[in-house]
T-cell receptor, first 110, second 114 residues
Framework: EAQVTQNPRYLITVTGKKLTVTCSQN?????MSWYRQDPGLGLRQIYY???????DKGDVPEGYKVSRKEKRNFPLILESPSPNQTSLYFC?????????FGSGTRLTVV | GQQLNQSPQSMFIQEGEDVSMNCTSS?????WLWYKQEPGEGPVLLIA?????ELTSNGRLTAQFGITRKDSFLNISASIPSDVGIYFC??????????????FGSGTQLTVLP
């Protein structure tokens, strides 16, 4: 079954404590992306990756890092989380036009 | 980045009624997509539109790619309780540099009353 797996599903952390949200896909897709979803703002792209070792900024990259060392994984890294990064995060992958999304990670930074 | 204006922001309708929502932009898109998001889940693709003027159906859902390539609408006929969720439009601009960049509207929250 085609899957995009994010972990964790829920995370509460404190300001400044580094964290990583993992994303893994089993569809051998080259394209992967991270979005954050906030009320009234829809989904905004944070970073995307066209292939292994190829990443680029989306619309809201500040405060985030990513890496793409292998095709299946695309972790999202928050080096020093702040409360304004409290949000619902989605990883997505694409092998054509449509995107397949993970189930989301709800992050709260206190 | 590009912006999509999606309306309405929310809708409360009676079961059995038809629903219409739309997205507009000042930018031209190559592809329009419509997604549905249910609570606790990621968005799921409903319909994809690839050509200006294209009208596509998926069961009770019908969507159209506007002639100007700057807008799209989604209609849901004879709504049922499981239609509840957030509906997002999304547009893709395919360029040589950034390839498949997907821009989302802000969503339409649909509530279906029994």
């Amino acid at each position: 079954e085609a899957q995009v797996t994010q972990n964790p599903r829920y995370l509460i952390t404190v300001t400044g404590k580094k964290l990583t949200v993992t994303c893994s896909q089993n569809m051998n897709h080259e394209y992967m992306s991270w979005y954050r979803q906030d009320p009234g703002l829809g989904l905004r792209q944070i970073y995307y990756s066209m292939n292994v070792e190829v990443t680029d900024k989306g619309d809201v990259p500040e405060g985030y890092k990513v890496s793409r060392k292998e095709k299946r994984n695309f972790p999202l890294i928050l080096e020093s989380p702040s409360p304004n990064q409290t949000s619902l995060y989605f990883c997505a992958t694409s092998g054509g036009v449509g995107y397949t999304f993970g189930s989301g990670t709800r992050l709260t930074v206190v | 980045g590009q912006q999509l204006n999606q309306s309405p922001q929310s809708m409360f309708i009676q079961e059995g009624e038809d629903v219409s929502m739309n997205c507009t932009s000042s930018s031209i898109f190559n592809t329009w997509l419509w997604y549905k998001q249910e609570p606790g889940e990621g968005p799921v693709l409903l319909i994809a539109l690839y050509k200006a003027g294209e009208l596509t159906s998926n069961g009770r859902l019908t969507a159209q790619f506007g002639i100007t390539r700057k807008d799209s609408f989604l209609n849901i006929s004879a709504s049922i309780p499981s239609d509840v969720g957030i509906y997002f439009c999304a547009g893709i601009i395919i360029s040589s540099g950034s390839a498949r960049q997907l821009t989302f509207g802000s969503g339409t929250q649909l509530t279906v009353l029994p």
